[in-house]
Nanobody, 115 residues
Framework: QVQLVESGGGLVQPGGSLRLSCAAS????????MAWYRQAPGEQPDLVAS???????YYADSVKGRFTISRDNGKKTVYLQMGSLKPEDTAVYYC?????????WGQGTQVTVSS
């Protein structure tokens, strides 16, 4: 069983920064990948960034150059450093962990970018 808990969301002004954290616990395999998704009101969740076991990363075009995904050495915490935030970044951000068979999701953390 894998559990994911997101934190770090909040209200920030346009141009500001936030760092989201996702702490994973349970039986986590070394080849597990992790990702951040976000869901704006009335929309489907979109992949924001992902990182796999070899450290390679992917970013959605909309956040490339502004967001950075990373994992700690134990691969049990994933971070999303968000900079140059825009109102369109407002969403609930979800942490996801996937192995060969399952996908696990956190409960989300709200990010609101507004002046």
């Amino acid at each position: 069983q894998v559990q994911l808990v997101e934190s770090g969301g909040g209200l920030v002004q346009p141009g500001g920064s936030l760092r989201l954290s996702c702490a994973a616990s349970g039986s986590i395999f070394s080849d597990a990948g992790m990702a951040w998704y976000r869901q704006a009101p009335g929309e489907q969740p979109d992949l924001v960034a992902s990182i796999i076991s070899d450290g390679s990363t992917y970013y959605a075009d909309s956040v490339k150059g502004r967001f950075t995904i990373s994992r700690d050495n134990g691969k049990k915490t994933v971070y999303l450093q968000m900079g140059s935030l825009k109102p369109e970044d407002t969403a609930v951000y979800y942490c996801e962990l996937h192995d060969a068979n399952y996908s696990y999701w956190g409960q989300g953390t709200q990010v609101t970018v507004s002046s």
